[in-house]
Structure formats: C-alpha cells, structure tokens
C-alpha cells in the first residue's frame, strides 16, 4: 500500500492506497475555511455593541436590519440581523477551493439542491446556498470575499473566526455530510453529545 501524497484537488483522494482518518476521499467540494457566521437578535444594537466594545471587531457596514462586522481583512466574518426572537446560528458561510461553477456540478451531481444567489450581501458576490440537513441551516459557499479595508489589530480582537457549533439530533448524518459532501476532517469527539 502507498502512502504517497497526492494532490489535494476536489475529487482526489488525499493519499492513495490508505483511508486518511475522518477524511472522504473525494467530497464534492473542499472547503477552505470557515468565513462568516449570521445570527438574529430583536437588539441588534446591543450585540453590535458587544462585538465592537468587548471583542474590538470592527463594524463595516450597518443598517436598521443588518450589521456586519469583521476581524480584519474579509469583509466579514459576523452578520447580526434583526429579528423577531434570537436564535443561534442563521447562516454560515464557508471559502471553498476552486470555482463555484464546478461546486454546483458536483453538487448537483450527487443530488442535493443548491441555489446560485448574488443578493446573500456586501463581500460575497457570488454564493451557492444549500441547507443542511436536520438544521436547514442556509450554507454560503463562496471562492473569496471582498476585502473590509480594515487594518489588523494588536489588541483583543480575535485574527479570525474559528469554530461555530451546531446542534443536531443525529451525529453521525451531520458530521457524513460535512465530510463526505465539503471535505471536512473529523478530529474528536467529546462523548456522546459534542
């Protein structure tokens, strides 16, 4: 068996001959990295002000139904909007490797409903939304944001997003289709729950 590392482009297996642990071998797309998050809030002003007094992130763009906030150079990386009631996560957004155009094939290829949108908001033109099972929580993939024009900080603001939670009432179906669907690496498992 072969344990030589191949390249690492959507529909190629990581290495050849040998299983990577918690890695499918050819997902229909790879996803780069984390990039936003939406959350809802009936007090749009008061988590505005706590993402910018006590965790320093800058706000970009705002309005009387959105705000958007970044950590530096993306556009954004927290959307509040309002709402009726507050409730987790709204949206995530997620970089991925390669274009959008061989995303939707692949995508649709294996069956799962995505719709092309250039309206999702400011920095991300381009997105292919899809939901995710048992939430229907809306996925943004996107090739690249625009960039906020925001200066790095010294200070305690966090460099980047880097982790979102989500509840699920079936584990294993959630974390098949982050690793078999966007390439996802599964890394650990805090008992039956987390």
Request: hydrophobic share 35%; with cysteine; charged share 20%.
């Amino acid at each position: 068996m072969s344990s030589e590392t191949t390249s690492p482009e959507i529909g190629e297996p990581a290495r050849t001959g040998t299983a990577v642990r918690g890695m499918h071998p050819s997902p229909a797309v790879r996803v780069a990295r984390l990039g936003y998050v939406g959350f809802s809030s009936p007090d749009v002003a008061r988590l505005l002000e706590y993402y910018t007094n006590v965790l320093d992130f800058e706000l970009v763009e705002n309005s009387p139904s959105r705000a958007f906030l970044t950590t530096g150079f993306d556009h954004h990386c927290v959307v509040i909007e309002k709402a009726e009631a507050m409730s987790g996560r709204t949206f995530v957004g997620f970089e991925v490797h390669g274009s959008l155009d061989d995303a939707a094939k692949r995508l649709t290829d294996r069956g799962y409903e995505i719709e092309r949108r250039t309206d999702v908001g400011p920095g991300t033109p381009d997105v292919l939304v899809l939901l995710e099972p048992a939430t229907g929580t809306p996925l943004h993939l996107y090739e690249s944001q625009l960039e906020s024009g925001v200066a790095t900080s010294a200070g305690v603001r966090p460099s980047k997003l880097g982790h979102v939670a989500a509840f699920t009432p079936d584990l294993s179906d959630m974390q098949g289709f982050y690793q078999e669907l966007l390439g996802f690496r599964w890394s650990d498992t805090i008992g039956d729950f987390f």
